[in-house]
């Protein structure tokens, strides 16, 4: 989320424009308000689009079939103008992170949570299949979690069951991809027509991704996925049992085999009521969201464009004895001026905020390392309002390099972990240009086979050195609202525990340069000194640049 800029618009239609919160290859979406102060998204095609009628056609279409479904899965339809300059389609704002982004950023999800998304995503394509349309394009990043439920966006290839065809709108003749390779169905991968049932194939490619990180047919290339989409069978061994067979029938190849979406939910069965329904994270990831658009609309800088600083200290609970510091006089800071330093390298200035004085206990004063002196005669203070900001400054610098090229996978690390049980599992595993992730998770060796132990990596890459740490440092600082800081650990440049989850017995995240490792585990009694052993271990296991 970030501003539109000097050169951007602003007003839509009677829309303010505050903000972009997303753009690609054909248009952007912004954040709006209306008369009314009601918080808009403004799809805006991009101007070159404009001019073709093939486009145009495809987003009339896009406006009339938005228009037919309600706004109880789906994102409701405002205002739209088809025929202006640039076109553009308002729906009300729906807060929420994608499907998508929360895999991505916490890892998969468990049994009780997929089953909810499942019921989610069923009523909402009963519902778009009931105004006649069918969605072609259903994947995780076009499915919202929203405190109320599940919301899917984007009806923009959507097509009337009773329609025309592609070549009536020149979709053909343009020669844009419809759809996504790895959540398509296989008679959308060979062009074949379809029916609502292709979307149901979607749904089901979309519960393994939930499960365990990746489409049941992403391939090493966009021949090889829809080459098994066609014609592979998934495998759904790491499926919850009650889940298995409900996602094998979606993924029929036969579109007749696959149940309507009103008999998936008999399938499913009632869903348990719950204030809260999804997991931790995605409360953080929607405060977060909030926290952006207030900034926004005041004027301030979105915390996406944000670097977090140190917190003021509070005692570290964990008994394990931490290495001496050297002895070194500690000048009181005294007041000093709150500074936000942007990922861009500007900054901008806050009035004046006091550091409460420190303790000192009496004897040798402990060392604060340089670079930490350095952060606080620069006057950089907390930022994140509620949360604690994440800083253990007091490693040398050379104990770990500050740049890193790749993440493991988990049969690399094994051997070298202080970890006990069957030999990990490699739950997640991607990469990209931009960031590479891996997640991996150790379980006991009892006939229940409980998940003790879980670690994620996360390298940011793709700029230069300080760009990576940056960005890795933006959305650490993000995810540490909320948590306790850790205290002491010899290594990282920001660590904090992480209370949210309430699977594991102690989960510590820890940044180092443009690294973040997390590690969950359970460990009735206390685990707080292994977590550090672990996640030593973690950031030990990954390559430097």
């Not at 103008?81 to 999800?109: E, H, Q, R, Y």
């Not at 008999?266 to 207030?294: C, K, N, S």
Request: with cysteine.
């Amino acid at each position: 989320m970030e501003h539109v800029g000097p050169a951007g618009p602003t007003h839509v239609g009677p829309f303010k424009v505050a903000g972009v919160l997303g753009q690609g290859g054909m248009g952007r979406v912004l954040l709006c308000a209306g008369p009314d102060g009601r918080l808009v998204a403004v799809k805006q095609v991009l101007a070159h689009f404009a001019d073709d009628e093939g486009f145009r056609a495809r987003f009339r279409r896009e406006v009339a079939a938005s228009r037919k479904v309600s706004g109880a899965y789906t994102a409701a339809v405002m205002d739209a103008d088809p025929d202006a300059p640039t076109p553009w389609l308002a729906s009300v704002f729906v807060a929420g992170p994608s499907l998508g982004a929360v895999v991505k950023k916490d890892g998969v999800l468990d049994g009780a949570v997929v089953h909810r998304l499942a019921a989610g995503l069923a009523s909402a394509l009963a519902e778009i299949h009931r105004a006649g349309l069918i969605h072609r394009d259903l994947k995780p990043d076009n499915v919202l979690l929203t405190e109320d439920g599940v919301r899917v966006i984007d009806l923009g290839i959507a097509r009337a069951t009773e329609g025309e065809s592609d070549g009536d709108t020149g979709l053909t003749r343009t020669g844009w991809v419809i759809g996504s390779p790895a959540f398509m169905s296989p008679e959308q991968a060979e062009s074949k027509p379809l029916t609502p049932a292709s979307d149901v194939f979607s749904l089901g490619s979309m519960l393994v991704m939930a499960v365990t990180g990746n489409s049941p047919f992403a391939g090493t290339s966009t021949l090889q996925t829809l080459y098994d989409v066609v014609h592979s069978e998934p495998d759904l061994s790491a499926l919850p049992a009650g889940l298995r067979g409900i996602v094998e029938r979606c993924l029929a190849k036969d579109p007749a085999a696959r149940p309507t979406p009103a008999q998936l939910l008999e399938l499913l069965g009632p869903v348990a009521p719950a204030g809260r329904q999804w997991p931790p994270a995605v409360y953080r990831m929607l405060a977060a969201q909030r926290a952006d658009i207030d900034r926004l609309f005041s004027g301030g800088e979105p915390v996406a464009d944000t670097i977090v600083a140190p917190p003021d200290p509070d005692p570290d609970p964990d008994p394990d004895p931490e290495p001496e510091l050297e002895p070194a006089a500690v000048a009181d800071p005294g007041p000093v001026d709150a500074v936000v330093e942007r990922a861009d390298g500007a900054t901008k200035s806050d009035p004046p905020v006091v550091p409460p004085r420190p303790t000192v206990p009496p004897g040798p004063v402990p060392r604060i390392r340089q670079r930490t002196v350095a952060l606080l005669a620069a006057g950089v203070l907390v930022a994140t309002g509620v949360g604690v900001g994440a800083y253990v400054l007091d490693r040398d610098v050379s104990d770990y390099p500050t740049a890193y090229a790749d993440v493991p996978v988990c049969r690399e690390v094994s051997r070298n972990f202080p970890l006990t049980g069957r030999e990990p599992k490699d739950d997640f595993h991607s990469g990209g240009a931009n960031q590479a992730h891996t997640m991996c998770s150790w379980y006991s060796v009892e006939p229940t086979e409980r998940r003790t132990a879980l670690v994620r990596w996360d390298v940011k890459r793709g700029g230069d050195d300080v760009a990576n740490a940056k960005l890795q440092q933006t959305g650490f600082a993000a995810d540490a609202a909320g948590g306790r800081r850790a205290n002491g650990l010899g290594f990282g440049d920001g660590a904090y525990w992480d209370s949210a989850d309430s699977e594991w017995t102690c989960a510590l995240s820890v940044r180092q340069g443009n690294l973040v490792v997390w590690v969950g585990l359970y460990r009735p009694g206390g685990c707080e000194a292994k977590a550090k052993e672990v996640a030593k271990a973690a950031l030990a296991a990954v390559p430097g640049s």
